[in-house]
């Protein structure tokens, strides 16, 4: 008879609104037995791409009846300022009202402990220097919220939380959706043969350059580390795999989609060893990578209202219409109706949530330069 693990929530407090309530966002956990790697998963940290929260509601479903191996850490409404940041009817959440900054952009790294910690336990063994580097990273984030209240920020109280949470994992997920997006998977190059067991097909490249993403927050230091014991001649693999998952478009919740994202997740998960005789497997399919430098963003050349033509993971010839921009203005003198291309082959991600446009607002992101993984 197989025992599935008991799911238990805690609500943490991650600051205080104005009339000094607690500001607190759920944490569910399920016990593994300790054989394998513990994961940390959270969605929601900007207000509008809410299709994580229904990702995490269907991994529940699912994770209620498997037996574990590694410990898991969901966390839905992961920013509970930025996801009740309303305008009329829609939700904005993506920068911190206050600061301007971008919510996942608040979290820490300290670039200097990875030589410190290469000196320091050059001679370690693998598992007592894994062991601490975690425990060191913990420290710097519980150092950074026990300083002078006065020097953190509403957006960097709730990261710093949050990222303690993640450093006491080996797999870190961070659930976002784009305006109007496909799937796309943000992947550290390291981890790039991990990519084909989601059922994303499109992959996006990244390098280990900290810019205050959770991601990056989570994989850059064990990287580093990686680096830093290479160059005293030692061999050390990067102990912890962190993606952002990009699930789709903002402002909707699907849940049978949200069921295929759970089981793509699964299937990740499944073979990092997480379960215990698990079915899920990864679908075939063809995926697409793009190095970051190739991420392209196409901005409108003009103001006007925007059909947008190019299908969404769909591949564009050099030359062929992505977009028809509609200037009414221009009905009786000039040409209403400007057609827009792309000068090069590329695959269409995402584009701009809104028909009406600004020059020089966003229109669209391509992959380019695209190879197959």
């Given at each position: 008879?197989?025992?599935?693990?008991?799911?238990?929530?805690?609500?943490?407090?991650?600051?205080?609104?104005?009339?000094?309530?607690?500001?607190?966002?759920?944490?569910?956990?399920?016990?593994?037995?300790?054989?394998?790697?513990?994961?940390?998963?959270?969605?929601?940290?900007?207000?509008?791409?809410?299709?994580?929260?229904?990702?995490?509601?269907?991994?529940?479903?699912?994770?209620?009846?498997?037996?574990?191996?590694?410990?898991?850490t969901l966390v839905p409404y992961a920013n509970p300022i930025g996801c009740n940041q309303k305008s009329g009817e829609f939700t904005l959440g993506r920068?911190?009202?206050?600061?301007?900054?971008?919510?996942?952009?608040?979290?820490?790294?300290?670039?200097?402990?990875?030589?410190?910690?290469?000196?320091?336990?050059?001679?370690?063994?693998?598992?007592?220097?894994?062991?601490?580097?975690?425990?060191?990273?913990?420290?710097?984030?519980?150092?950074?919220?026990?300083?002078?209240?006065?020097?953190?920020?509403?957006?960097?109280?709730?990261?710093?939380?949050?990222?303690?949470?993640?450093?006491?994992?080996?797999?870190?997920?961070?659930?976002?959706?784009?305006?109007?997006?496909?799937?796309?998977?943000?992947?550290?190059?390291?981890?790039?043969?991990?990519?084909?067991?989601?059922?994303?097909?499109?992959?996006?490249?990244?390098?280990?350059?900290?810019?205050?993403?959770?991601?990056?927050?989570?994989?850059?230091?064990?990287?580093?580390?990686?680096?830093?014991?290479?160059?005293?001649?030692?061999?050390?693999?990067?102990?912890?795999?962190?993606?952002?998952?990009?699930?789709?478009?903002?402002?909707?919740?699907?849940?049978?989609?949200?069921?295929?994202?759970?089981?793509?997740?699964?299937?990740?998960?499944?073979?990092?060893?997480?379960?215990?005789?698990?079915?899920?497997?990864?679908?075939?399919?063809?995926?697409?990578?793009?190095?970051?430098?190739?991420?392209?963003?196409?901005?409108?050349?003009?103001?006007?209202?925007?059909?947008?033509?190019?299908?969404?993971?769909?591949?564009?010839?050099?030359?062929?219409?992505?977009?028809?921009?509609?200037?009414?203005?221009?009905?009786?003198?000039?040409?209403?109706?400007?057609?827009?291309?792309?000068?090069?082959?590329?695959?269409?991600?995402?584009?701009?949530?809104?028909?009406?446009?600004?020059?020089?607002?966003?229109?669209?992101?391509?992959?380019?330069?695209?190879?197959?993984?």
């Amino acid at each position: 008879m197989s025992i599935t693990p008991p799911i238990s929530q805690e609500n943490i407090v991650v600051g205080e609104v104005a009339n000094g309530l607690p500001l607190t966002i759920p944490v569910y956990r399920l016990k593994g037995d300790g054989t394998g790697p513990s994961v940390y998963v959270q969605a929601n940290m900007h207000g509008a791409e809410v299709q994580g929260n229904a990702v995490i509601y269907q991994l529940l479903e699912q994770l209620k009846h498997l037996e574990l191996k590694g410990d898991i850490t969901l966390v839905p409404y992961a920013n509970p300022i930025g996801c009740n940041q309303k305008s009329g009817e829609f939700t904005l959440g993506r920068f911190d009202p206050i600061t301007g900054t971008n919510w996942n952009r608040m979290y820490h790294c300290n670039s200097q402990l990875a030589s410190q910690f290469a000196e320091q336990y050059r001679d370690a063994d693998e598992r007592v220097l894994k062991n601490a580097f975690k425990a060191a990273l913990i420290e710097e984030v519980e150092q950074q919220l026990a300083g002078p209240d006065y020097r953190l920020t509403t957006g960097k109280r709730i990261a710093l939380n949050l990222q303690k949470l993640a450093h006491q994992a080996d797999i870190v997920l961070d659930l976002h959706t784009g305006p109007i997006s496909s799937q796309h998977l943000y992947c550290p190059d390291y981890a790039v043969n991990s990519a084909s067991y989601f059922n994303i097909p499109h992959v996006l490249l990244i390098p280990n350059e900290f810019d205050g993403a959770m991601d990056e927050a989570s994989f850059c230091p064990w990287w580093q580390l990686t680096d830093a014991l290479a160059q005293q001649g030692r061999e050390f693999a990067v102990q912890v795999e962190a993606f952002t998952v990009e699930l789709g478009s903002q402002e909707k919740i699907d849940l049978k989609a949200a069921l295929d994202d759970a089981t793509s997740i699964l299937s990740y998960l499944n073979h990092k060893h997480v379960f215990i005789d698990a079915p899920y497997q990864p679908k075939q399919m063809t995926r697409f990578g793009c190095k970051l430098d190739d991420y392209l963003a196409y901005y409108s050349p003009m103001g006007g209202m925007v059909e947008y033509i190019a299908p969404l993971g769909g591949h564009i010839r050099a030359g062929e219409p992505i977009a028809n921009i509609l200037r009414m203005e221009r009905y009786l003198n000039e040409q209403p109706l400007q057609t827009l291309t792309l000068e090069c082959d590329a695959i269409a991600i995402l584009h701009f949530a809104s028909a009406s446009v600004n020059q020089g607002t966003e229109l669209y992101k391509f992959f380019t330069n695209v190879f197959k993984l």
